[in-house]
């Protein structure tokens, strides 16, 4: 028989939530004062929730997704646009940090290039690839006199001077990967010890440095000024006076670095594996003298060819103004997630209210190969993956933005004698030049939509370097405008 209105009884809960049987008039007050303000917690997440519903519904928020791949460094550029489109000064007291990203970047540039050393060094010293066997390659020669390519005693020494650099960049990558996170494991470097020879193989090459979204390493490298203050330059933020800053190597080795990349010998060395630094993002060599200076401080431009790989969902929220006069303000979300294959699935859990997809396809990576799966072409790998994401039905009333990125690489590459056909074997014939392959990328990723798409959609599409920031911007202000007016018309608020 069961007793109504007995505690304990009808309600399972009553027994945990009813207050002790011996409470005192003290307690019962704090008790209630702590179940009132636990109230006002809850009421105030609810009004939040709520408030921010409203928002969609009436278009007040835009809510912008960055897709692509993970290695091409783009989505993270854009990124960076966007932050300086919502504010010119958005880099200032971030400058300390991002002067890290730059040094590592420089660091890991040098490894390449002494990896490079190495591996041929290990290729001259194997009785099936020595040096000394005659050879077809017009990259083996150093001179006309038809010696074959060595390295010198030079050579030797440049590289003993410069492997304080990669304990440089242990204690720079130690500092954004904190010890016992993923990315510390999966990009820690071996030690440095006990090299029977510089030139020998280390077998240290580590994959791309990677740091989470969620933790703050912005403010790792970053001198502590007073809040007080309304201005500050940029260069208070950097401890000039640690004696343990990177820059302090960095510069010391500065020469020696200069040195190195214009070396006739490892520029052959570097063709000879196919590796084009100048390609990579975070590619700094040329600037060498500028960034390695005691008191360097990066540029916006610097910042915005930085590379540092992120891991992780980020969202970013920015306001930007609207209407005559700026009269309106409007708030973009704008959500970064992870490029890698294997972290795709977790993208569908966005597609739900997303106002708009940045696509951004790397159209210079069409010779290379992706480092998950070196099977797979970079640009293939886009393509299919741009397939997927305009045949989605969730995404079908979705604006869609196509960016073909890095054209100034790829002019680069085809104005070095590299064939597009050669790697995309559908290409053809067609001229080796820039207006003819972009036509054809741009006639392919179009076709691909109308054919896929589960409803007629535009296409958006712009041709696009976004290491440009002047360009990026205007290109940026362009998507905006067409996404808030879609926004508004959804809204019948336009028509």
Known sequence: MVLAGKPGRDDPLAHVTAPPPDETEEQRQVRL????????VSD??????????????????????????SESGSKSTTLKNFQLLNSPKAFKAERA?????????????????????SDFHDAQNSPTLSPSRPTTSPSSSVSSSGSFLRLSPEHL????????????????????????????ESTHLSQITNLPSPFASQNV???????NSQFAWKGVFSKVVSSTRDSFDSAELVDWEDPNDPGRIIHACSEDMIKLWKDPTIQKILRLQQIRLEDMGGFFLDDLERVTSPRYIPTNDDILRARLKTL???????????????TITREWRVYDVGGQRSLRAAWAPYFDDVNCILFLAPISAFDQVLEEDPTVNRLEDSVLLWKSIVSNKLLAATNIVLFLNKTDILKQKLQAG?????????????PNDFESTSYYLRKKFAQIQKDKSPQRRGF?????????????????????????????AQSHLVS
């Open 33 to 40: 004062m702590e179940e009132a303000e636990a109230q006002r």
């Open 44 to 69: 105030a997440i609810d009004y939040d929730i709520q408030q921010e519903k409203a928002a969609n519904f009436r278009g007040d928020i835009i809510k912008v997704l960055l897709l692509g791949q």
């Open 97 to 117: 940090s991002w002067r890290a990203v730059v040094l590592l970047n420089v660091v890991r540039s040098i490894r390449t290039i002494l990896e490079a050393m």
């Open 157 to 184: 020494k440049l590289k003993l001077r410069l492997l304080p650099l990669l304990q440089v960049e242990e204690s720079l990558i130690r500092k954004l990967t904190p010890p016992g996170s993923p990315e510390f």
């Open 205 to 211: 090459k580590g994959k791309e440095i990677a740091v």
């Open 312 to 326: 992780g969902v980020s969202e970013h929220r920015f306001k930007f103004k609207e209407g005559f006069g700026g």
């Open 418 to 430: 590299i064939k597009f056909a050669d790697h995309l074997v559908s290409y053809g014939d067609r």
């Open 460 to 488: 958006f599409c712009h041709m696009t370097t976004v290491t440009d920031p002047k360009a990026t911007s205007m290109i940026l202000i362009e998507v905006q405008d067409t996404v808030v007016r879609k926004n508004l």
